[in-house]
C-alpha cells in the first residue's frame, strides 16, 4: 500500500534530501527569491489597495459633500457583457453654492461651511484661482520677479479642522488675513507684518496657508456660484452615519449636481472625506496598483518559467535512480510522493525565508517611494496593518504548492507515445503566436504597442523553453565539426557530450536566454522611448526665452518679444474602444496661444492649421490618438476635461510630436475654466528686433537676467505617474534581473552538481584536469554566444515592432547597457560551469 504516509516514503525522501544536499540548494536560492519578490509585490499591492486620501482639513466635519472626482463610462466589448470603466480626474469638481443652504436646513445639522481653496501668488498682487492671469495682467511688475505661491482660504472654513488662534484675532475686513503656523514660521511672520499685500492680524495652527475673509475668500476663488466642498458639523449627540444619511437623502430630494459633468454630488464619511482634500492621491494611487498589476503580472511568469525549469532539472537528472527504485519493488506512486515531499521539504523552508524578507524589502522599496519627493502625493497614505504580512504566507503557501504540481509532472514516467511531440508543436506554436504579437505591435501604438511587445517577448521565451532541447541540437550542430577540427580532445568531449544531452543542455540554454531577452527588451524598450521624446521635446521648442511666475500677456508688452505663449498643464480623459475592450484613458494636455505659437512651439503639423486653434471649442491632436480614434482636420473628438467636462471639440490640425507635447493641444481658454489653478507653469517666447534705445528683453540694463527668466528647457508632458513609474520599474527590473541570473548560476551548479562522477570517469579513463578545463570553457562560451544569440533575436522581434511603432525606427540600447548585460551573462555562466565542477565529491 503507497500512501503518503508510507514509512518508506518518508525514508526515500530523506535520504534523498542528504544525497542531493548541492542540488537542492540551487532549488532553494530560487524558491527563497521567488517567495520575497513575489512576496513583496503583494504587500504593495495590499497596500496600495487599502490606500486612501489623508484626513486633515476636514478632520472636524463627520460629513464633507464634495463634487464626484471620478467619471464612468459604460460599453460593450466584443462578444461580452456591458462593463462600467472608471477614471479619477485630477481637477476640481465643485458643488453649486446652492447646495450650502440646503445643508443647512438638514435637521442635525449645526453647520454647513463652503470652502474654497486657492493659490495666492505674492507678486505685485494676489493672484489665484480662476483669476490668476487677469489679476497678475494687472499687478505690473517684472515678470516672474520673486513669485511665492501660498494655499488661501476662508478663515470660516478654518473651522472644519479645527484650527485654532494662537496669536492675534480673526479677519474682519478686506485687506486683513490669518496665517497658518506653517506659513509664519517658515517666513517669520508675525502679526502686524504684511503678506501678499495683506496685513496679518492672526496666526493659527495647522499648515502654512493665508486665511481671508468669506467675502474675500469667495472673490478671490474666481467662482462665487461655485465651491469647492461643504463640511458638515453635526449638532451634539448626532452621530455620523444618521448625518450622512440625512445629508444624502436631502442631495438626492433637492436634485443637486455637480457644475462639470452634472453628476451626482457625493456626501463623504471617514477616510473618504481625504478624497475632497487632496485631489491628486485618487489618481495616484490607481496609477500605483496599475502600474504594480501589470509588474506582477510578469514577474508571476519569469517565476513560473524560472521555477518550473530548475526543478523539473533537479529531478530529471536522477530519473535514472527512480527507474532502478522501481526496479527494486517502490511503486510509481511512492517514488512521486518521495519525490514531492523533497520539492515540499525544500521549497517549504525556503519560501518561509523568502517570506520573512519580503517584509523588510516592502518597507524599504515604501520608504523609497515616500522620500522621494512628488512621486507619491503628500496626501495619499499608503497603510500596513500587521495582518496585512500574513499575505507573504499565502505567497509562500502558493510557490510550495507551484513546485509539487512541477515536481509531480516531472517524476511521471518519461518516454510515453507522443510526449515529445506535443512539447515540440506546443514550442512552435507559442514562437508563432510570439511573432504574431510582436506584428501586432506595428500596428498599435502607445500603451498599447508596449503591451503587444511585452506579450511578444513572454510567448517567445516560454515556447524557446519548451524547445530548448531542440534549439540546443540545432546549436550544436552547426558548431559540431568547428569543435572537433579545432577544439582538439576538449572540443571533441564537447561535442559528444552535446550532442549526448541535448536535453540538459537546452535546460541550462534557457535561462540564459531568459536573462538576455528580459534585460534587452527592459533596457531598451525604457532608452528607446526617452531618446525619442527627448528628440521630439528639442525639436518641439523652438522657443528664445522662457519665464515662469507671469503670464504670456505681460511678456509680449517687454522689448524685443516677437511672440510669446502661456504653457498650461492639465489632464484630459478619453473613452474609446482599443481591440474590442472599453477603456478610459487620462491622458496629459498643454493648453496654449494660438497666436502665440509662432517661433515658441512646433507640434510638426501633419494636415491642417494650429492657427485654428484661436477659435473656442477647438483642438489639436497627436498622429497616433488621430489613428486610434479615427480623426482629422474637420472631424470633432469628444474629451472629458480634467474637471469632467465633457466637450465636443473639433479637430484644426494634426501634429506628429505627441511623445514630447501629448495627444492633445487645446486653446488656453478652452482649458483654464476648468483647472484648480490655471495659472501658466511658464511662458515661452520668440525674440524679435527691439524698438531703439530699449533692453531687448530677456536682459538688463546690466545684462543680467530678470527674476523670472528661466533656462529655455525643452517642452515635454510629463506622463501620469511617470516618475513613479521609473522607481518602481528600477526596482522590479533589478529584482527580476537578479531572479534570472539567479536561475541562470542555479541551474548550471544543477547540472554541474549532477555531472561530477561523469568528469571522474572522465579524470579515471586519461583526460588530463587541463583537458576537462578547457571542455568546460568550450561548453560556457558555447552557453554564453548560444544564449546571447537567441536572447537577442528573442528581444529583437518585439522591440523592432515596438520601436516602429512608436517612432517609425529602429530600437536604441545605450553601449554600456550592451556591455552590462554581456559580462553579467558571461560571468554567471563561467561561474555556474566551473565552480560546481571544483567539488571532490560526487553525486552532492
Not at 473639433?650 to 483654464?672: D, M
Not at 568546460?776 to 558555447?782: I, M, N, Q, S, T
Amino acid at each position: 500500500m503507497s500512501r503518503l504516509g508510507d514509512p518508506a516514503v518518508a525514508l526515500l525522501a530523506a535520504r534523498s534530501l542528504r544525497a542531493h544536499r548541492t542540488a537542492w540548494a540551487a532549488v532553494f536560492a530560487a524558491v527563497a527569491v521567488t517567495s520575497a519578490l513575489l512576496g513583496t509585490l503583494a504587500l504593495a499591492l495590499g497596500s496600495a489597495g487599502l490606500g486612501h486620501a489623508r484626513v486633515e482639513r476636514y478632520a472636524a466635519a463627520p460629513v464633507v459633500v464634495a463634487g464626484d472626482q471620478e467619471i464612468r463610462w459604460t460599453a460593450t466589448p466584443w462578444g461580452g457583457e456591458p462593463t462600467t470603466q472608471t477614471a479619477a480626474l485630477t481637477e476640481r469638481v465643485r458643488v453649486p453654492r446652492a447646495a450650502v443652504d440646503v445643508i443647512r436646513e438638514v435637521p442635525g445639522v449645526r453647520a454647513a461651511v463652503p470652502d474654497d481653496t486657492f493659490v495666492v501668488r505674492e507678486q505685485g498682487g494676489v493672484v489665484s484661482g480662476a483669476q490668476a492671469g487677469a489679476v497678475a495682467d494687472a499687478s505690473g511688475g517684472e515678470p516672474g520677479a520673486g513669485a511665492r505661491t501660498r494655499t488661501g482660504r476662508s478663515w470660516e472654513a478654518a473651522a472644519l479642522a479645527p484650527y485654532r488662534l494662537v496669536d492675534g484675532r480673526e479677519p474682519r475686513r478686506a485687506g486683513e488675513v490669518v496665517a497658518g503656523v506653517g506659513a509664519a514660521a517658515g517666513s517669520r511672520v508675525r502679526v502686524g507684518d504684511t503678506v501678499a499685500g495683506r496685513t496679518v492680524v492672526g496666526v493659527a495652527e495647522g499648515p502654512a496657508a493665508l486665511y481671508f475673509t468669506e467675502g474675500e475668500a469667495r472673490k478671490l476663488a474666481g467662482h462665487p456660484g461655485a465651491v469647492d466642498a461643504v463640511g458638515v458639523l453635526a449638532e451634539p449627540g448626532v452621530p455620523a452615519d444618521t448625518l450622512h444619511a440625512r445629508v444624502r437623502a436631502a442631495l438626492d430630494t433637492a436634485g443637486l449636481k455637480d457644475t462639470a459633468a452634472g453628476q451626482s454630488l457625493r456626501a463623504f464619511t471617514g477616510d473618504g472625506r481625504g478624497d475632497a482634500e487632496h485631489l491628486a492621491a485618487r489618481p495616484a494611487r490607481a496609477d500605483l496598483l496599475q502600474l504594480l498589476a501589470a509588474v506582477s503580472g510578469t514577474v508571476v511568469l519569469v517565476a513560473v518559467l524560472v521555477l518550473a525549469s530548475l526543478v523539473a532539472q533537479a529531478l530529471h537528472q536522477r530519473a535514472a535512480e527512480r527507474e532502478l527504485l522501481l526496479s527494486a519493488g517502490a511503486t510509481p506512486r511512492q517514488v512521486r510522493a518521495a519525490a514531492g515531499r523533497e520539492v515540499s521539504r525544500v521549497a517549504g523552508a525556503a519560501a518561509l525565508l523568502g517570506a520573512l524578507t519580503a517584509v523588510p524589502a516592502f518597507l524599504g522599496l515604501w520608504s523609497a517611494l515616500k522620500g522621494r519627493t512628488g512621486v507619491v502625493p503628500d496626501g495619499l497614505e499608503l497603510p500596513s496593518p500587521p495582518w496585512l504580512f500574513a499575505g507573504t504566507l499565502v505567497i509562500a503557501a502558493v510557490v510550495v504548492g507551484l513546485a509539487r504540481l512541477v515536481a509531480l509532472g516531472a517524476t511521471r514516467r518519461s518516454g510515453r507515445p507522443g510526449k515529445g511531440v506535443v512539447r515540440r508543436v506546443s514550442g512552435i506554436a507559442l514562437l508563432v503566436a510570439g511573432t504574431a504579437a510582436a506584428g501586432t505591435a506595428t500596428t498599435q501604438g502607445g500603451e498599447a504597442a508596449g503591451a503587444a511587445a511585452g506579450a511578444a517577448t513572454v510567448t517567445l521565451v516560454a515556447g524557446c523553453a519548451l524547445l530548448g532541447p531542440w534549439i540546443a541540437r540545432a546549436a550544436m550542430t552547426v558548431l559540431d565539426r568547428p569543435l572537433r577540427w579545432f577544439g582538439g580532445a576538449p572540443g571533441r568531449l564537447t561535442a559528444a557530450g552535446a550532442t549526448a544531452h541535448s536535453r540538459r543542455l537546452g535546460a541550462a540554454l534557457v535561462p540564459v536566454v531568459l536573462v538576455t531577452a528580459f534585460a534587452l527588451v527592459q533596457l531598451s524598450a525604457g532608452t528607446t522611448m526617452e531618446r525619442a521624446a527627448a528628440a521630439q521635446a528639442r525639436t518641439a521648442t523652438t522657443a528664445d526665452l522662457a519665464f515662469s511666475g507671469t503670464t504670456a500677456e505681460r511678456v509680449r508688452r517687454l522689448p524685443g518679444v516677437k511672440s510669446a505663449t502661456d504653457v498650461l498643464r492639465s489632464t484630459v480623459v478619453v473613452a474609446r474602444t482599443q481591440a474590442g475592450t472599453p477603456r478610459l484613458d487620462r491622458l496629459p494636455v498643454l493648453g496654449v496661444d494660438a497666436a502665440g505659437l509662432a517661433g515658441t512651439l512646433d507640434p510638426g503639423v501633419l494636415s491642417g492649421d494650429l492657427s485654428g486653434l484661436a477659435r473656442p471649442g477647438t483642438v489639436a491632436v497627436g498622429a497616433d490618438m488621430a489613428d486610434s480614434l479615427d480623426a482629422g482636420p474637420g472631424s470633432t473628438v469628444e474629451l472629458r476635461l480634467g474637471d469632467g467636462t465633457p466637450k465636443r471639440l473639433r479637430v484644426v490640425a494634426v501634429y506628429e510630436r505627441s511623445l514630447a507635447l501629448g495627444e492633445f493641444l487645446l486653446p488656453k481658454a478652452e482649458l483654464a475654466p476648468h483647472m484648480s489653478d490655471p495659472y501658466p507653469v511658464r511662458v515661452l517666447a520668440a525674440r524679435g528686433p527691439s524698438p531703439a534705445g530699449q533692453t531687448p528683453a530677456g536682459q538688463t540694463l546690466d545684462g543680467r537676467a530678470p527674476d523670472g527668466r528661466a533656462p529655455v528647457l525643452p517642452e515635454q508632458v510629463a506622463l501620469p505617474g511617470a516618475e513613479l513609474n521609473g522607481i518602481v520599474s528600477v526596482a522590479v527590473v533589478g529584482a527580476i534581473g537578479g531572479l534570472t541570473v539567479l536561475s541562470v548560476l542555479s541551474t548550471l551548479s544543477l547540472i554541474g552538481a549532477g555531472r561530477r562522477g561523469e568528469l571522474a570517469l572522465l579524470a579515471q579513463v586519461g583526460a588530463s584536469a587541463g583537458q576537462l578545463r578547457r571542455m568546460l570553457g568550450l561548453e560556457a562560451g558555447f552557453l554564453t554566444a548560444t544564449g546571447l544569440l537567441i536572447g537577442a533575436v528573442v528581444a529583437a522581434l518585439p522591440l523592432t515592432a515596438f520601436a516602429w511603432a512608436l517612432t517609425g525606427g529602429l530600437p536604441g540600447l545605450a553601449p554600456a547597457q550592451a556591455g552590462l548585460i554581456a559580462g553579467t551573462v558571461v560571468v554567471t555562466v563561467a561561474a555556474g560551469v566551473f565552480l560546481p565542477a571544483s567539488g571532490r565529491r560526487p553525486n552532492r
